[in-house]
T-cell receptor
Framework: DAKTTQPPSMDCAEGRAANLPCNHS???????VYWYRQIHSQGPQYIIH???NNETNEMASLIITEDRKSSTLILPHATLRDTAVYYC????????????FGPGTRLSVLP | NAGVTQTPKFQVLKTGQSMTLQCAQD?????MSWYRQDPGMGLRLIHY???????DQGEVPNGYNVSRSTTEDFPLRLLSAAPSQTSVYFC????????????FGPGTRLTVT
């Protein structure tokens, strides 16, 4: 699996957009980018994933650069409940492949 | 749907004791896995299963055993607990088609003294 690099921590003001970067410069052509988050001590929660195109769902948007070497997760209007550790993971789109969770980015949404 | 359930929520063991952490899912997912998370760290894969009767080792399998006799259940056994196994344990399950979204249980906090 390609390795990812994320900043260890970030702050964001409540109501503003939170932009979380991820570097995956060694990503392969068949590897997807996934984002999960872990709120306090709960189990991680799936947010979004993508291959080449930008993706949006009810939780967030994922912007992947054209060369696919980096991506940004965008929470458009961060709330206090979005305070969590966010994990960027790349893995092949193959059945049975495992997710490798790094240390992630600790996002603090401030009132 | 209850999703992924884990029992117990908390457990304290003495060094050398054995125990089984239970994990069950009611979503008919073929893929199940166990992770451990140490303080300030990401999750590390212990064992996983791609279906009943099939298990394989992850990144940190030593000291743990698993079996998968049914689709629903995937217990994790600690053979002889050590203080290094003090951690939070998460069970997860997922579908076997894209996007392979994993659903995690609430975790079991284990302390070995």
């Amino acid at each position: 699996d390609a390795k990812t690099t994320q900043p260890p921590s970030m702050d964001c003001a409540e109501g503003r957009a939170a932009n979380l970067p991820c570097n995956h410069s060694t990503i392969s052509g068949n590897e997807y980018v996934y984002w999960y988050r872990q709120i306090h001590s709960q189990g991680p929660q799936y947010i979004i994933h993508g291959l080449k195109n930008n993706e949006t769902n009810e939780m967030a948007s994922l912007i992947i650069t054209e060369d696919r070497k980096s991506s940004t997760l965008i929470l458009p209007h961060a709330t206090l409940r979005d305070t969590a550790v966010y994990y960027c993971i790349v893995r092949p789109d193959n059945y049975g492949q495992n997710f490798v969770f790094g240390p992630g980015t600790r996002l603090s949404v401030l009132p | 749907n209850a999703g992924v359930t884990q029992t117990p929520k908390f457990q304290v063991l003495k060094t050398g004791q054995s125990m089984t952490l239970q994990c069950a899912q009611d979503m008919n997912h073929e893929y199940m896995s166990w992770y451990r998370q140490d303080p300030g760290m990401g999750l590390r894969l212990i064992h996983y299963s791609v279906g009943a009767g099939i298990t394989d080792q992850g990144e940190v399998p030593n000291g743990y055993n698993v079996s998968r006799s049914t689709t629903e259940d995937f217990p994790l056994r600690l053979l002889s607990a050590a203080p290094s196994q003090t951690s939070v344990y998460f069970c997860a399950s997922s579908v076997t088609h894209p996007p392979y979204e994993q659903y995690f249980g609430p975790g079991t906090r284990l302390t070995v003294t």
